[in-house]
């Protein structure tokens, strides 16, 4: 079983910073692509920022320049750094990963996610 369990959500202020964490836990051999993704209230989930294994990352144009992708391989976690928030960056932020059970085999995952609320 494998599992993603993020973390770091919360109430801020416009302008303000966060900073998500997501971390994969359980029996698996690799995880490839982990990526974070969001869904604001009557709207479609939408790609937020992804990072390969090997640390090429790609942003959505809404938070280029704002937000920061990483990862820290050692620890099987994912992390987003929000900076300059905005009240459309409100939503629920999911984590997602791409990992391997089984030699060449590879399955998304998701978190159960973590709400980001911005007021203005």
């Known amino acids: 079983q494998v599992q993603l369990t993020e973390s770091g959500g919360g109430l801020v202020q416009t302008g303000g910073s966060l900073r998500l964490s997501c971390a994969a836990s359980g029996s698996f051999l690799v995880i490839n692509g982990m990526g974070w993704y969001r869904q604001a209230p009557g709207k479609q989930r939408e790609l937020v920022a992804r990072?390969?294994?090997?640390?090429?990352?790609n942003y959505a144009d809404s938070v280029k320049g704002r937000f920061t992708v990483s990862r820290d391989n050692a620890k099987n976690t994912v992390y987003l750094q929000m900076n300059s928030l905005k009240p459309e960056d409100t939503g629920v932020y999911y984590c997602?990963?791409?990992?391997?059970?089984?030699?060449?085999?590879?399955?998304?995952?998701w978190g159960q996610g973590t709400q980001v609320t911005v007021s203005s």
């Open positions: 990072i390969t294994s090997g640390g090429s990352t």
């Open positions: 997602n990963g791409e990992i391997s059970r089984y030699t060449g085999v590879f399955v998304e995952y």
